[in-house]
């Protein structure tokens, strides 16, 4: 999933300063999972910036709506009739849906409250890890289901650096070492001899490196 983080109050309020009324759009989707942008925080952000403009004696209307997805334009389609009622828009999607939506309608201003961080999970409650970085082409085979290349500090994929201890990697104490934890499962199984083989060069055509990416199914493309 898409794990996000909300701006600050003080970095949204500076870019509706020169707004009188704004509507805040949530998403249905990742950021909800990771209580951010779903129903319950944009009213929470929308109280929260009525509260602050009334205080200082400034005006401000904000209204609230939630898309069941800000990156699909079948729901994007869904602010239509009112999209243009306002003098921007404030949406607390991932960094997608800000995107669709100013394509969809470039007659308006949109902003994001929300800031993307990466591609993870929940490790506890209320606590999200990452996991992916969306490379394009998956090496985890080779690992034991653990990818170096998100979890790894320099994305090693032959072994471990000389900088972990301990099981710990030595950006922080608090970072394990994935590297560590790869060779723990593979003594436990009694596959340690699966390192002598040397994983090749990673093909980094598929990674972002290479511009903005699609991913097709030509079986649900509509022609005409």
């Given at each position: 999933m898409i794990v996000a983080?909300?701006?600050?109050?003080?970095?949204?309020?500076?870019?509706?300063?020169?707004?009188?009324?704004?509507?805040?759009v949530g998403c249905k989707g990742c950021v909800t999972v990771c209580n951010v942008g779903g129903l319950k925080e944009v009213q929470v952000l929308a109280a929260t910036l009525r509260i602050a403009a009334k205080m200082a004696d400034r005006p401000l209307i904000v209204e609230e709506t939630v898309l069941e997805r800000q990156?699909?334009?079948?729901?994007?389609?869904?602010?239509?009739?009112?999209?243009?009622?306002?003098?921007?828009?404030?949406?607390?999607?991932?960094?997608?849906?800000?995107?669709?939506?100013?394509?969809?309608?470039?007659g308006q201003r949109f902003f994001p409250a929300v800031n993307t961080t990466f591609f993870g999970g929940a490790v506890a409650h209320g606590i999200w890890e990452e996991r992916c970085a969306g490379c394009g082409t998956c090496v985890i085979h080779h690992f034991d289901g653990m990818c170096p290349v998100a979890r790894?500090?320099?994305?090693?994929?032959?072994?471990?650096?000389?900088?972990?201890?301990?099981?710990?990697?030595?950006?922080?104490?608090?970072?394990?070492?994935?590297?560590?934890?790869?060779?723990?499962?593979?003594?436990e199984q009694g596959r340690l001899d699966d390192l002598l083989n040397i994983v090749p060069a990673k093909n980094w055509q598929t990674?972002?490196?290479?511009?903005?990416?699609?991913?097709?199914?030509?079986?649900?493309?509509q022609n005409g």
């Open positions: 983080d909300r701006k600050s109050l003080s970095e949204i309020q500076d870019m509706v300063k020169n707004c009188r009324k704004i509507l805040l990156c699909d334009p079948e729901y994007v389609e869904m602010l239509k009739p009112v999209v243009n009622d306002f003098d921007a828009v404030v949406s607390m999607a991932c960094g997608v849906g800000p995107q669709f939506l100013a394509e969809a309608y470039p790894c500090s320099k994305s090693l994929l032959n072994g471990p650096c000389g900088g972990s201890d301990h099981g710990k990697c030595e950006i922080s104490k608090n970072v394990n070492c994935i590297w560590d934890m790869i060779v723990r499962k593979k003594v990674a972002r490196d290479g511009g903005p990416r699609q991913s097709r199914r030509e079986e649900l493309i």
